[in-house]
Every structure is written in structure tokens, then in C-alpha cells.
């Protein structure tokens, strides 16, 4: 597509449920981000994709979070067993290659109740 | 590893009047620099990026940062700020590592009075 394309926009979701975040890159786009942003913070690094596989995902908080990028286009942030503190704006970002910069999606707003 | 510090939360100025928001990075050796803007429920938008070579860098809505080694800075500016140019503004520093992970500074918030 034209864009990151980061779906769904909004998610509110209880306490202990399990949310997915997905993410569309710009196609062919092999680099994949996840970047987490708290109220009034900058935006935090999760996880990078090379391809298909995770090449640093030293930036996730704790087990419950997970990502996939099966096929090395969609990418799906996955989050068990939330927590209020899971409560953010998870943001996507792909990059055609190594330092050009990312294109950042406009973002997923989690809040758990 | 690199850190970025931006000293300014929130700077405040008058519709047309000049803009320069700091940003100083850490980092051992010669780091990619960039510069975003983050409009209220918006994604961030890349404004300019500072690689190898000239060290002043033009980017898009009028803006320009200057890349200076010896201070460990990558200052954004504006001669004159329009109204919608109110928003947050992130520096971010890139390592030339195998992958370029992106470390974001605190923000700035930027208000401008008509």
C-alpha cells in the first residue's frame, strides 16, 4: 500500500484478555518496527523484522509480548494476559532499507480497563 | 549506547517568529540523526535526517537542523513558524549498527500564539 497501514486504530480491551495488533508495511518494505508510545513519552522500541525473522526483539517489556511476520510483509503484535500498564500507542514503522528512516503507521491506541 | 535528550518539554512562541528546538544526542561514533513531528492523534512524520556530509540538512514544511560533532547536537529550526505548526517534535538517533534501531528523545511540545 501507499502507507504503514495499523489496524485496528483503537482497542479497548479488560484486564487479563489477549489483544492482536496488526500492521501493513509499505510493500516491499523488508525492515519491520514496533515502537510503543506512553502518554508524553517518546516512542519506545519493541521489536525490529528483518524478513521473516526477529532480529532484535530486546525491546519487549516481558514474555507476554510476542510478534510474527510469517510471510515478511504483515506483522502481528500479539499481547496475553494485558495489564493496565499495557495501555499505550503501539506504533509500526517499516523501512526499505538500513538507515533511510522509517515511515511510521498512525498507530494502534490500547487502553485496558 | 545512544540516547537522546531533549531539554525543552514545552516551548511556546508567536505566529511568524523564529524556532529552535534542541536536541543532543549520546553515541561513540558518527550516529544517523532525524528529526519527526507527531500532530495531535497523528503517526510521526519524518521531517529531515542527517546521514554523512553536509552538515546542514534541509527537510520538508521549511524546517533545517544542523549536525554539530563537537557539541553532540542536532538543533531543529524555523525562521517562521506558521499556526500548524503546533505539535510534538521528537528527535531520534539511529546506531550504523547491522540494523538501524531508532532511540527516540522525551519530545517537545510545541505551541504557537496567532
Known amino acids: 500500500g501507499a502507507g504503514v497501514s495499523q489496524t485496528p486504530s483503537n482497542k479497548v480491551t479488560e484486564k487479563g484478555k489477549y489483544v492482536e495488533l496488526r500492521c501493513d508495511p509499505i510493500?516491499?518494505?523488508?525492515?519491520l518496527y514496533w515502537y510503543r508510545q506512553s502518554l508524553g513519552q517518546g516512542p519506545e522500541f519493541l521489536i525490529y523484522?528483518?524478513?521473516?525473522?526477529?532480529?532484535?526483539d530486546s525491546g519487549l517489556p516481558n514474555d507476554r509480548f510476542f510478534a510474527v511476520r510469517p510471510e515478511g510483509s504483515v506483522s502481528t503484535l500479539k499481547i496475553q494476559r494485558t495489564e493496565r500498564g499495557d495501555s499505550a500507542v503501539y506504533l509500526c514503522?517499516?523501512?526499505?532499507?538500513?538507515?533511510?528512516?522509517?515511515?511510521f503507521g498512525s498507530g494502534t491506541r490500547l487502553t485496558v480497563v | 549506547a545512544q540516547s537522546v535528550t531533549q531539554p525543552d518539554i514545552h516551548i511556546t512562541v508567536s505566529e511568524g517568529a523564529s524556532l529552535e528546538l534542541r536536541c543532543n544526542y549520546s553515541?561513540?561514533?558518527?550516529?544517523?540523526l532525524f528529526w519527526y513531528v507527531q500532530s495531535p492523534g497523528q503517526g510521526l512524520q519524518l521531517l529531515l535526517k542527517?546521514?554523512?556530509?553536509?552538515?546542514l540538512v534541509q527537510g520538508i514544511k521549511g524546517f533545517e537542523a544542523e549536525f554539530k560533532r563537537s557539541q553532540s547536537s542536532f538543533n531543529l529550526r524555523k525562521p517562521s513558524v506558521h499556526w500548524s505548526d503546533a505539535a510534538e517534535y521528537f528527535c531520534?538517533?539511529?546506531?550504523?549498527?547491522?540494523?538501524?534501531?531508532?532511540?527516540f528523545g522525551p519530545g517537545t511540545s510545541l505551541s504557537v500564539i496567532p
Open positions: 514503522a517499516s523501512s526499505p532499507a538500513q538507515g533511510v528512516g522509517y515511515t
Open positions: 510493500s516491499g518494505h523488508t525492515a
Open positions: 523484522f528483518q524478513g521473516t525473522g526477529a532480529a532484535d
Open positions: 553515541y561513540g561514533a558518527t550516529p544517523y
Open positions: 542527517y546521514f554523512s556530509g553536509d552538515t
Open positions: 531520534a538517533v539511529g546506531a550504523k549498527t547491522s540494523y538501524d534501531q531508532v532511540i
